[in-house]
């Protein structure tokens, strides 16, 4: 394998993991419906399912724990903060020679989240 076989593989395996931090990233942060919980209401939940709990029969109280792992892996993810800005950036970097590499359309990145603004200034258009 040559240097340059090496160096085109490295650059291919460095875009797509960029592309796909910034797409994991897009995922995480997009906005849910229904009301938003914060760690303050869902530290409030845990203290009442830990009242719950003692009166709790024995399904019940599977569901409780259940439900008590659910809330504190979300407060856990909730206080792991994705900076988004830093993704985008290096997203804008690599995003136009990996669309070119692997033939993906300014629609396909529209549909998967990726903003119109940030195609721009990657230099991604319509035409491309």
């Excluded at 845990?46 to 792992?69: C, N, T």
Aim: no cysteine; glycine share 6%.
């Amino acid at each position: 394998m040559t240097e340059a076989h090496k160096a085109a593989l490295a650059k291919g395996r460095m875009e797509g993991r960029v592309v796909r931090d910034y797409l994991d990233g897009l995922r995480a942060t997009k906005p849910k419906r229904g009301r938003k919980r914060t760690p303050e209401t869902i530290r409030k939940r845990l203290d009442a399912i830990d009242i719950e709990f003692a009166s709790a029969g024995p399904l019940d109280e599977l569901l409780l724990v259940q439900e008590r792992s659910n809330l504190e892996a979300e407060l856990a993810a909730k206080s792991h903060a994705i900076d988004m800005s830093a993704l985008e950036a290096d997203f804008v970097t690599v995003a136009k020679s990996y669309s070119d590499s692997k033939s993906i359309s300014y629609a396909s990145w529209r549909q998967v989240g990726v903003s119109a603004s940030t195609l721009k200034r990657a230099g991604i258009t319509r035409s491309t």
